[in-house]
């Protein structure tokens, strides 16, 4: 069993090894199987998300961090920066129940939008997402904090031809 609740500063230290476990997901893949090994938010990341109340957790019965999603407020949305999932827990619904925390945030805060970043072909991004109702955002359609994130992106070393732009509209 797990629950979902706002993160706390006591969490942000155990975030860094949700995602790191969650990465691992990659290993084996031909071309991303770098992300495995690849840098992670740092606590200090994670602890201006939550100052901001902009990161849920799952937790286990324990209250041990098991998953996380943090966002941010653009000009007309919410822009998912990261949900992770410790690999033994992934399948089990958690991060569909975090989406929904920033569903409802957004609602509460009288925000129609949900953005986020993805790559296009990974089962468990692009199509995962789109089974969620998000759709994809033709590049000419890009927002210009939207084209700034997929800019970063690709300033880190990833390619255009992978990533994807996605969007959801709640009301």
């Not at 991303?32 to 690849?38: E, K, L, S, V």
């Not at 941010?72 to 998912?80: A, C, G, P, Q, R």
Request: charged share 20%; glycine share 6%; aromatic share 10%.
């Amino acid at each position: 069993m797990y629950s979902i609740r706002l993160a706390n500063q006591y969490d942000a230290k155990y975030l860094p090894a949700v995602e790191k476990s969650a990465a691992q997901t990659f290993l084996g893949h031909d071309k991303f199987g770098w992300i495995a090994q690849g840098n992670v938010q740092t606590e200090q990341d994670h602890l201006k998300f939550i100052q901001l109340q902009m990161e849920w957790i799952a937790v286990n019965n324990s209250d041990e961090p098991i998953g996380f999603i943090n966002f941010e407020k653009h000009e007309n949305s919410l822009h998912i920066c990261e949900l992770s999932v410790c690999q033994q827990w992934q399948g089990k619904g958690i991060g569909k129940q975090l989406i929904k925390q920033v569903f409802n945030t957004a609602v509460n805060l009288g925000i129609a939008r949900i953005t986020l970043t993805t790559f296009c072909e990974i089962p468990w991004n692009a199509p995962y997402y789109q089974r969620l109702g998000f759709s994809i955002i033709e590049k000419e359609n890009l927002t210009s904090a939207l084209q700034q994130i997929v800019q970063h992106e690709l300033d880190i070393g990833f390619e255009l031809q992978d990533r994807c732009a996605m969007e959801i509209i709640l009301i």
